[in-house]
């Protein structure tokens, strides 16, 4: 398409956080590698890096809201935060949980708008697929 740069992927879902027993709801919003050719947002990033890796260790890039909101530290690299999700698919087991769960280790805040910052947190797409149970592409 004539005038088009870039396109990139994203999924995102209401996702239930818990960092060191702080915890909230928000929105997680896995994004793919053009997403900051898109948009723009390493230049938006104020403490920590945009990186969705750190070796074998998963990383989110949080709103400053949501880091606050959590007490997460980026810079410490041995306490994960656990993500939630409800599954999408419906059990007949009484004894099956209802929500599937991943842990990333917060990497990086950043400070756009208050909404959007007390709300999202970024992860990688392959992370956001996994945690919702998306096997394929969206």
Not at 18 to 39: C, E
Not at 60 to 67: K, Q
């Amino acid at each position: 398409i004539e005038g088009v740069k870039a396109v990139s992927q994203t999924l995102e879902e209401v996702a239930f956080f818990d960092y060191k027993d702080n915890q909230d709801f928000g929105t997680l919003k896995g994004v793919d590698s053009n997403f900051n050719k898109v948009v723009g947002i390493d230049t938006t990033v104020r403490e920590g890096t945009y990186a969705f890796e750190e070796g074998a260790r998963e990383m989110a890039v949080m709103g400053l809201g949501m880091r606050n909101k959590l007490a997460a530290n980026v810079g410490d690299r041995f306490t994960e935060m656990a993500v939630y999700s409800p599954k999408r698919e419906r059990s007949n087991s009484p004894l099956e949980q209802p929500f599937r769960r991943s842990y990333i280790y917060p990497g990086g805040t950043f400070v756009i708008q208050q909404d959007f910052d007390n709300e999202f947190v970024l992860s990688s797409l392959s992370f956001a697929r996994r945690l919702l149970g998306y096997s394929r592409p969206v």
